[in-house]
C-alpha cells in the first residue's frame, strides 16, 4: 500500500495478534505504514500478518516475550532489517495476572507486571531512539491504563507499572523533542484481549463498567482506538509530545464502577 497518512512508514507494535494491538495494527496498514506483528502467541500473530498482507500492506511477525530484553531490542531491529528503518513504536503488550489485594499483591506481581510493562517500554524505546534520532522523526506511543489512573481496585500492580509508563513516557518526551520525536500515551477502554479475560473473571463488573459510560460501549480496538493511533503517528501531530489521551468514550470523566471480588480480607 503506496498510499495513506504514513506511507513508507515503518511500524512496530507489540501484542498485536490480538485485542488493541492487533486493531491498531491494521489502521496504520490501512495508511500505508510497514508494519511488524511482535507477539509471543505466533499462530495469532501470523494470521494477522496474513490480514494485513491481503489488504496489499507490507507486513511480517517477530515471536516476542516482551518480559525478554534481548526479544524486545531484537523485534526493533527486526523492524528495521525488514522495512529499513523505525519510524512509529507502539508498545502495546501486556498479560497481568487476576484480581488481588494489595496487602496480598507480592513482589514478584509488582515485578512482573514492572518487567511486562515499563522495562519493556524502556527497552524498545532505548533501542529505537539512534533510529529516530538518525532521521529527526519519531513516533511513539505508549498504552496506558484507567486502572493506574483511577487507582482501582485489586491490581496495585499493575497501576503502578502503567502508571510508571506515563512518567518514563513523559520524561522521554521532554529529553526527545528536539529530535523531532514525539512520546505520546493512550489510555484506552476496548474489547481487547485483557477486556475479555476480565469479563470471565468478573463478568458483572465488566457489564456494569460497560453500561456505566457515557457511550453506553466498549470501544471498538480497529475503529476507536486505532483512528487514534494514526493520529498519533501522523504529521498532524507533530506538535503533541507528552500528553495522555483518553480513548475510552468519556469513562475517565467521572470514573467507572470498580468493585471486583478480591475473596475475603484477613
Given at each position: 500500500?503506496?498510499?495513506?497518512?504514513l506511507?513508507?512508514?515503518?511500524?512496530?507494535?507489540?501484542?498485536?495478534?490480538?485485542?488493541?494491538?492487533?486493531?491498531?495494527a491494521?489502521?496504520?496498514?490501512?495508511?500505508?505504514a510497514?508494519?511488524?506483528?511482535?507477539d509471543?502467541d505466533?499462530?495469532?500473530g501470523?494470521?494477522?500478518?496474513a490480514?494485513?498482507q491481503?489488504?496489499?500492506a507490507?507486513?511480517?511477525f517477530?515471536?516476542?516475550?516482551?518480559?525478554q530484553?534481548?526479544q524486545?531490542?531484537?523485534a526493533?531491529?527486526?523492524?528495521v532489517?525488514?522495512f529499513?528503518a523505525?519510524?512509529?513504536?507502539?508498545?502495546?503488550a501486556?498479560?497481568?495476572?487476576g484480581p488481588?489485594?494489595?496487602?496480598?499483591n507480592?513482589?514478584?506481581?509488582?515485578?512482573?507486571?514492572l518487567?511486562?510493562?515499563?522495562?519493556?517500554?524502556k527497552?524498545?524505546?532505548?533501542r529505537?531512539?539512534?533510529h529516530?534520532?538518525?532521521?529527526q522523526?519519531?513516533?511513539?506511543?505508549?498504552?496506558?491504563?484507567?486502572?493506574?489512573?483511577?487507582?482501582?481496585?485489586g491490581s496495585?500492580?499493575?497501576?503502578v507499572?502503567k502508571?510508571?509508563?506515563?512518567a518514563y513516557?513523559?520524561?522521554?518526551?521532554r529529553?526527545?523533542?528536539?529530535?523531532g520525536?514525539?512520546?505520546?500515551?493512550?489510555?484506552?477502554?476496548?474489547v481487547s484481549?485483557?477486556?475479555?479475560?476480565f469479563?470471565?473473571t468478573?463478568?458483572?463488573?465488566?457489564?456494569?463498567?460497560?453500561a456505566?459510560n457515557?457511550?453506553?460501549?466498549?470501544?471498538?480496538?480497529e475503529?476507536?482506538?486505532g483512528?487514534v493511533?494514526?493520529?498519533?503517528a501522523s504529521?498532524?501531530?507533530?506538535?503533541?509530545?507528552?500528553?495522555?489521551?483518553?480513548?475510552?468514550?468519556?469513562?475517565?470523566i467521572?470514573?467507572?464502577?470498580?468493585?471486583?471480588?478480591?475473596g475475603?480480607?484477613?
Amino acid at each position: 500500500m503506496s498510499e495513506g497518512r504514513l506511507a513508507g512508514r515503518a511500524a512496530l507494535v507489540t501484542g498485536a495478534a490480538d485485542g488493541i494491538g492487533r486493531g491498531i495494527a491494521l489502521r496504520l496498514a490501512r495508511e500505508g505504514a510497514a508494519v511488524l506483528v511482535a507477539d509471543v502467541d505466533a499462530v495469532r500473530g501470523q494470521a494477522v500478518v496474513a490480514e494485513l498482507q491481503a489488504m496489499g500492506a507490507r507486513a511480517a511477525f517477530i515471536a516476542c516475550d516482551v518480559t525478554q530484553r534481548d526479544q524486545v531490542t531484537g523485534a526493533v531491529d527486526a523492524c528495521v532489517e525488514a522495512f529499513g528503518a523505525i519510524d512509529v513504536l507502539v508498545n502495546n503488550a501486556y498479560g497481568g495476572a487476576g484480581p488481588q489485594r494489595i496487602e496480598k499483591n507480592t513482589d514478584a506481581r509488582f515485578e512482573a507486571a514492572l518487567k511486562m510493562c515499563l522495562y519493556a517500554t524502556k527497552w524498545a524505546m532505548e533501542r529505537a531512539l539512534p533510529h529516530m534520532k538518525a532521521r529527526q522523526w519519531g513516533r511513539i506511543i505508549n498504552m496506558a491504563s484507567l486502572n493506574g489512573v483511577n487507582a482501582h481496585m485489586g491490581s496495585a500492580d499493575y497501576n503502578v507499572a502503567k502508571e510508571a509508563v506515563r512518567a518514563y513516557s513523559r520524561s522521554a518526551a521532554r529529553e526527545w523533542a528536539g529530535y523531532g520525536i514525539c512520546v505520546n500515551v493512550i489510555c484506552p477502554a476496548a474489547v481487547s484481549a485483557a477486556y475479555r479475560r476480565f469479563q470471565e473473571t468478573a463478568p458483572d463488573v465488566a457489564a456494569a463498567i460497560s453500561a456505566s459510560n457515557p457511550m453506553g460501549r466498549m470501544g471498538d480496538p480497529e475503529a476507536d482506538i486505532g483512528g487514534v493511533a494514526v493520529f498519533l503517528a501522523s504529521e498532524d501531530a507533530r506538535y503533541l509530545t507528552g500528553n495522555t489521551v483518553f480513548v475510552d468514550g468519556g469513562g475517565h470523566i467521572n470514573g467507572v464502577p470498580w468493585t471486583p471480588d478480591l475473596g475475603p480480607a484477613d
